[in-house]
């Protein structure tokens, strides 16, 4: 027959039942308990014990797929409670994924301003190994936004008007940043130019050299942005961020703002990244020639080491339809820097020039007026 013993709450203790006071005393701590508080630690018991289970039921799954993929327990574990608490909103009509906390509620599109829907959960492999956060708020980006607005004599009065500016939304934007020792090599003729002049002739004298140039820099943090959505051009335009700054991925970070989901994977970045980091390179190996032109240049370019972080990088986000055209903006969510392009209200500056006409020709026939009145 099974014996149940029953352990005190209290110091770990066996109990014991004292039938003179109907209650389950502990010799030790003198600790005394009726059969409804017995009855809750029980069911307590159970449920930890139920609890313990589950979760080592799913550390052994958590293992198992960790295995299948090359992962470690750990690594997984956080792809997991990546999945667990956070949100996946889709737009159904321009088709962007918008990332949240369980926290915060996404009711509209960064993009296109419509109403997104819950999708549900989002796979782990998308949680960013880093991210940057956001340096200041909206009040802030919206003061630096209306300022440089407003240098524009013609801007639309709708671009900064409340209603616009309430769709200015704090963004996460995922981004591919790669860390690389690159070798370039360029094999050219380098030409030196000498002109001068004798009598009625002139001279030029080109005298031509062998050029062989063999440079190695190490990149840290070449960024190229993993959103479909968002114009390339437009992310470069307000870089640099400050990598220094950028902690270990925390879902805390998200709280109060959106993330974007990356859908262009690194190995497609990888050209963007390529092309940016030899431009860098070309330019370099160019200028310390000094030759006064260079012509038969053949360049050889080598990655000699490259790894990758996927990091979530600030951004203050905000799209303006106007005339059939979508205008995006971007305030760097840490330096301030703000790109896109202004659009030109037309009747706006019809109207100032119509003003400007009428105020020069009003001038001109009052002093006409005056310097007729002075000829009779």
Known sequence: MDVKLYKCPNCGADLKFDPDKQLFCCDYCLGEFNQQQINQMIQQQAESQQDEQRKLNEEIKRNEKAAQEGKSPEQQMKEDEFSE???????????????SDMNTAASFCYFCHNPVILKGRIEGRYRPSKVLPFA???????????KWAKKKRYVPNDLISEKQIEKMTGLYVPFWVADAITNSRMDAIGETIRK?????????????????????????????????????????????????????FDMAFLSGFLADKFDVEKEAIYPRIHQRMFENNT?????????????????????????WNYMLLPVWFMTFHYKGRVWEYAINGQTGKIAGELPIDEVKMKIHQAIIIGITTLITLVIGYFIGGLFL
């Not at 330019?283 to 790894?307: P, T």
């Open 283 to 307: 330019a370099a190996i160019e200028s310390s020639c000094g030759y006064d032109r260079l012509k038969g240049k053949h360049f050889m370019n080598n990655v000699q080491k490259l790894r």
């Open 85 to 99: 608490n956070t949100r996946l909103y889709q737009c159904p009509s321009c088709g962007a994924e918008i990332v």
């Open 136 to 146: 200041f708020g909206k009040d802030k980006a919206v003061e630096y936004f209306n």
């Open 196 to 248: 001068w002049s004798s009598g009625n002739y002139e001279y030029t004298q080109v005298k031509e050299f062998q050029v062989v140039r063999d440079i190695i820099v190490e990149y840290d943090g070449v960024p190229a942005d993993g959103s479909k959505k968002i114009e390339d051009d437009l992310m470069e335009s307000i870089e640099p961020f400050d990598y220094t700054k950028t902690k270990d």
